[in-house]
């Protein structure tokens, strides 16, 4: 797995709430992702959870006192947020969001908040609805956003109390994503992506179809990637068994005609459209509204096909409409195939690869085909192959 975290440095602080269950499985994690976590605790989070447990997590001693005789000049306050790249508190209660807003000091993690100088801060609240809708708690808010302060959630749910609303902490992997995507340099920032993902499903009859072997992950690691990157992303899928890339707008599809229907309704309102999904390019003409059943001589169903409509041409023919980026699975010929399907469809820049290389595998090699040339980037995991693909992206559709 790609570490998307590597070599960051992470101060965790945990203040007092029942989300201190989920700072256990996020130091974890984002470990998980190469990062170091340095866990602060206040007292009131040890009243939920042990700094041993914290400790032994994340492999060094659990600051929890001001004066902490570990340190030889015992300025913890000062000495972790120094070697810091982020401090990111969570839970974050209601009154440590009030301690932040207002400047007070009276403990190690609040003290060290004060003193971090250039490190950012990242809170994830956690608290009851009603605490966080309280306007006193909202207006600390805007103090810390309009102070630089990063604000993770919350989110809306199912609470500890049993009631449902706003102000849960994020669960661990919303917050691994939001990590990741804050270390992310922002190459997309403020930039429109339309995409498409995954198989398409042309029907047989009501039970049947005719799919294709894409798994949609090369896709959805794209999105993410680009999302990370500070695009504002919509993606078309198709049917896949893949959870939902965090923070990007989906439209489900099934058919061909259908994902044309949903790119066309989209497009003009994007800057950059890749097609990524695995298009079937034929439907059946005479598909049945009933199960089509077998005959008792054996005799077989003759279906007859149609061509789809060629998404990815008539995008590229659009006047005004978003830059256009192809991709081209083949088995063979890689290099003559996809550089005719480039010219064909008048693209500046077309991904080719071999299906056989990347189906069912979580591993995938780009070639990038342009006017300028053929760049060859190297075999690696999806989603560190999605991270060059959208750095080469963003490098070429702002150098356009």
């Known amino acids: 797995m790609a570490q998307l975290l590597s070599a960051k440095r992470i101060v965790l602080g945990l203040t007092g709430g029942i989300a201190c269950y989920k700072s256990a499985e996020l130091t974890r994690r984002l470990q998980d992702q190469g990062a170091s976590v340095q866990v602060v605790m206040t007292d009131a989070a040890c009243s939920f959870i042990t700094p041993t447990t914290m400790q032994a997590l994340s492999g060094q001693h659990v600051y929890r006192e001001t004066l902490d005789a570990t340190m030889d000049n015992s300025m913890a306050h000062i000495n972790l947020s120094r070697e810091a790249d982020a401090i990111l508190i969570a839970p974050c209660s209601a009154d440590f969001i009030a301690k932040l807003a207002h400047g007070l000091a009276d403990d190690l993690l609040s003290t060290l908040c004060l003193a971090r100088g250039n490190c950012p801060l990242i809170i994830a609240p956690a608290m009851n609805r009603e605490m966080w809708a309280h306007p006193a708690t909202q207006r600390n808010i805007k103090t810390l956003l309009a102070d630089g302060v990063a604000v993770w959630g919350p989110g809306d749910g199912e609470q500890a109390c049993g009631e449902i609303g706003s102000g849960r902490m994020l669960d661990v992997p919303e917050l691994i994503e939001e990590a990741i995507s804050f270390f992310t340099p922002k190459v997309l920032n ?5 995409m498409t993902a995954g198989p398409t499903e042309e029907a047989i009859d009501p039970i049947r179809v005719i799919s294709n072997r894409s798994s949609g992950k090369t896709g959805y690691a794209i999105a993410e990637a680009a999302q990370r990157a500070g695009a504002k992303v919509t993606l078309i899928s198709g049917p896949t068994a893949l959870t939902q890339p ?10 061909a005609r259908q994902m044309h229907q949903a790119v066309m309704s989209q497009a003009r309102h994007h800057d950059i459209f890749i097609s990524v ?6 439907y059946i003409k005479n598909s049945s509204d009933r199960k089509i059943k077998k005959t008792e001589g054996g005799g077989f169903p003759t279906l007859e ?10 995008v590229a023919a659009m006047e005004n409409g978003p830059w256009p980026i192809g991709f081209a699975a083949e088995t063979d010929n890689l290099f003559e195939y996809a550089e005719a399907k480039r010219q064909r469809k008048k693209l500046p820049l077309i991904v080719g690869n071999l299906a056989q290389e990347v189906m069912d595998k979580d591993t995938t090699r780009f070639v990038l085909f342009a006017d300028s040339g053929v760049t060859e980037m190297p075999s690696a995991e999806k989603t560190a192959a999605a991270s060059a693909l959208i750095q080469e992206i963003s490098r070429r559709y702002h150098s356009r």
């Open 277 to 282: 999904a695995a298009v079937a390019d034929w």
């Open 246 to 255: 965090y923070a990007v707008d989906i439209l489900p599809v099934r058919s």
């Open 190 to 194: 403020g930039v429109n992506i339309l």
């Open 305 to 314: 096909f149609a061509p789809n409509p060629d998404i990815l041409a008539e």
